[in-house]
C-alpha cells in the first residue's frame, strides 16, 4: 500500500513527530484545515502503509535512575546484517538497533544499563553473536525534533504541489481556507461571480476522504482539498479564491 504524502499528510507526521502523546486529531485538524475524522483516517492509513511504524517515549536514563547509555557500532557481515540486528535487539539493555547501507560499521546499537559492567555484559552478548565491534561511545545527552520540511511555512504556503505542463499550464493541489472567497459557492456560481478566473478548472475534490468528480453543482467548503488546473499558471491573483483575506 503506497500513499502520497500531500501536505496534510505531511503536517499529520510533523505534529505526531513533535508531540505524540499531547497531540489529538482535532487539534492537527485546527492547524491544517479539515476535519478531525479526516485526520484519523490519514493516521490509520499512515500506520497501514508503514509511514508511521510507531509511537515510543524518549528517555532520560541518567536523569531516570543514573544510568549509563552508550552506542555501539559494530560491522556485520552484509548477508547477515538484518538477522544481527533482530537477535542484537533481543539483548537486555538494547533500546535501539539501526542498519545501515554500507560494507563496515553497518549496524549501531544502543544500550542502557546500570554500570559499566552491565554494558560490559551487552558488547560480550554482541561478540558472541559474531559481531565486531568498532567503536563505542558513551551518550551524554539525545535531542529530538519533528522533520521541519513536514512542518508549516513561515509564509502562507497554501499550495502542496504542483506539476508544470506544456503550454503554461500548471496542475496544483490546495487547500481552501476557512472565509475564502470560494467557499460556499458552487463552481458554476464561482465562474459567474469572477471568483474563479478564466482558464482555471477544479478537476478533483477531496473531502473527508473521499475523492468527488466537480461538477457545475459542487459546492465548495472550507477544508477541501483540491486539485486545480490553471491554463495560465499558478499566480496571486489564481490563489485568492481559495485564500482568506489577511
Given at each position: 500500500?503506497?500513499?502520497?504524502?500531500?501536505?496534510?499528510?505531511?503536517?499529520?507526521?510533523?505534529?505526531?513527530?513533535d508531540d505524540a502523546r499531547n497531540t489529538s486529531a482535532p487539534m492537527i485538524?485546527?492547524?491544517?484545515?479539515?476535519?478531525?475524522?479526516?485526520?484519523?483516517?490519514?493516521?490509520?492509513?499512515?500506520?497501514?502503509?508503514?509511514?508511521?511504524?510507531?509511537?515510543?517515549?524518549?528517555?532520560?536514563?541518567?536523569?531516570?535512575?543514573?544510568?549509563?547509555?552508550?552506542?555501539?557500532?559494530?560491522?556485520?557481515?552484509?548477508?547477515?546484517?538484518?538477522?544481527?540486528?533482530?537477535?542484537?535487539?533481543?539483548?537486555?539493555?538494547?533500546?535501539?538497533?539501526?542498519?545501515?547501507?554500507?560494507?563496515?560499521?553497518?549496524?549501531?546499537?544502543?544500550?542502557?544499563?546500570?554500570?559499566?559492567?552491565?554494558?560490559?555484559?551487552?558488547?560480550?552478548?554482541?561478540?558472541?553473536?559474531?559481531?565486531?565491534?568498532?567503536?563505542?561511545?558513551?551518550?551524554?545527552?539525545?535531542?529530538?525534533?519533528?522533520?521541519?520540511?513536514?512542518?508549516?511555512?513561515?509564509?502562507?504556503?497554501?499550495?502542496?504541489?504542483?506539476?508544470?505542463?506544456?503550454?503554461?499550464?500548471?496542475?496544483?493541489?490546495?487547500?481552501?481556507?476557512?472565509?475564502?472567497?470560494?467557499?460556499?459557492?458552487?463552481?458554476?456560481?464561482?465562474?459567474?461571480?469572477?471568483?474563479?478566473?478564466?482558464?482555471?478548472?477544479?478537476?478533483?475534490?477531496?473531502?473527508?476522504?473521499?475523492?468527488?468528480?466537480?461538477?457545475?453543482?459542487?459546492?465548495?467548503?472550507?477544508?477541501?482539498?483540491?486539485?486545480?488546473?490553471?491554463?495560465?499558471?499558478?499566480?496571486?491573483?489564481?490563489?485568492?479564491?481559495?485564500?482568506?483575506?489577511?
Open positions: 500500500m503506497s500513499i502520497r504524502l500531500d501536505e496534510v499528510n505531511k503536517r499529520i507526521i510533523h505534529a505526531l513527530m485538524a485546527d492547524e491544517v484545515g479539515v476535519s478531525p475524522a479526516t485526520i484519523r483516517n490519514r493516521i490509520d492509513r499512515l500506520e497501514e502503509a508503514g509511514i508511521i511504524t510507531g509511537y515510543h517515549a524518549n528517555v532520560d536514563f541518567d536523569a531516570a535512575d543514573e544510568m549509563l547509555t552508550t552506542l555501539y557500532v559494530a560491522t556485520a557481515p552484509v548477508e547477515d546484517r538484518a538477522r544481527l540486528a533482530q537477535q542484537a535487539r533481543a539483548i537486555t539493555g538494547v533500546v535501539n538497533v539501526r542498519e545501515f547501507v554500507a560494507g563496515r560499521e553497518n549496524l549501531h546499537v544502543l544500550a542502557v544499563g546500570s554500570d559499566v559492567d552491565a554494558l560490559n555484559g551487552v558488547v560480550r552478548e554482541l561478540t558472541a553473536l559474531g559481531l565486531e565491534i568498532d567503536d563505542e561511545k558513551m551518550i551524554q545527552r539525545e535531542q529530538f525534533q519533528a522533520y521541519q520540511p513536514f512542518g508549516p511555512a513561515e509564509s502562507h504556503q497554501q499550495f502542496s504541489d504542483y506539476i508544470s505542463l506544456a503550454g503554461g499550464n500548471e496542475v496544483v493541489e490546495l487547500t481552501v481556507d476557512d472565509d475564502a472567497p470560494i467557499v460556499g459557492k458552487t463552481l458554476a456560481q464561482a465562474g459567474r461571480d469572477a471568483v474563479l478566473e478564466d482558464g482555471v478548472l477544479v478537476v478533483s475534490i477531496e473531502r473527508d476522504d473521499t475523492v468527488l468528480t466537480p461538477t457545475g453543482e459542487s459546492e465548495i467548503r472550507a477544508g477541501d482539498l483540491l486539485t486545480v488546473l490553471s491554463r495560465g499558471g499558478i499566480t496571486e491573483s489564481m490563489l485568492n479564491a481559495f485564500e482568506a483575506d489577511d
